[in-house]
């Protein structure tokens, strides 16, 4: 089976453009999460969707918003984004208790 | 809500073994999972433990108890490419999102 693919995987942006990027995850899995890593700070979960509806959400403002298509494909978007925002988003999907993550996007706000 | 701690950084010589230690709070303990994520790649799923005792993997070995809110990973025969950041992971009953520590550095040195 392919694994999780993100798109893009580099993007550079400015202060208060907004952002989309994608995840298709592996045939067959319907969760798809999303995380915002950033040095130091390890993996704070944004959101998580199944079977096109959002079933998690984390603590980040709502400039950060997601969907999910019904091919289980995933879109996140950050709107007005800020110099803070600059990170790796990573998307995985799950099978029983493991999550197979996606190389993810590297975002940059300058 | 749900914390972990995890030492930030380890070092240890090629050919040793190390101990990563993993102490959680959380309000609904399911299970603990550890991954592994080598500088620029994905988090990569290393092993996952919901009931007491020690799980054997390899070179690679994952202990939990629930009692003490404690685990930790266990790395055998150390090699250079065992250098990366090990996260742990505590998963709820239900379907809550998986919640990560902020990652252990490891540097296996010569």
């Known amino acids: 089976k392919a694994g999780v693919t993100q798109t893009p995987r580099y993007l550079i942006k400015t202060r208060g453009q907004q952002v989309t990027l994608s995840c298709s995850p592996i045939s067959g899995h319907r969760s798809v999460s999303w995380y915002q890593q950033t040095p130091g700070q390890g993996l704070q979960f944004l959101f998580e969707y199944f079977s096109e509806t959002q079933r998690n959400k984390g603590n980040f403002p709502g400039r950060f918003s997601g969907r999910q298509f019904s091919n289980s494909r995933s879109e996140m978007n950050v709107s007005t984004l800020e110099l803070g925002d600059s990170a790796l988003y990573l998307c995985a999907s799950s099978e029983d208790n493991e999550q197979f993550f996606g190389p993810g996007t590297r975002l940059t706000v300058l | 809500g749900q914390s972990l701690e995890q030492p930030s950084e380890v070092t240890a010589v090629e050919g040793a073994i190390v101990q990563i230690n993993c102490t959680y709070q959380?309000?609904?303990?399911?299970?603990l999972s550890w991954y592994q994520q080598h500088d620029g790649g994905a988090p990569t799923f290393l092993s996952y433990n919901a009931l007491d005792g020690l799980e054997e993997t390899g070179r690679f070995s994952s202990f939990l108890s629930r009692s003490d809110s404690y685990g930790y990973l266990l790395l055998q025969e150390l090699q250079m490419k065992d250098s990366a950041s090990y996260f742990c992971a505590v998963s709820g009953a239900g379907n809550t999102p998986l919640v990560f520590g902020k990652g252990t550095r490891l540097s296996v040195i010569a």
């Open positions: 959380t309000s609904g303990f399911y299970g």
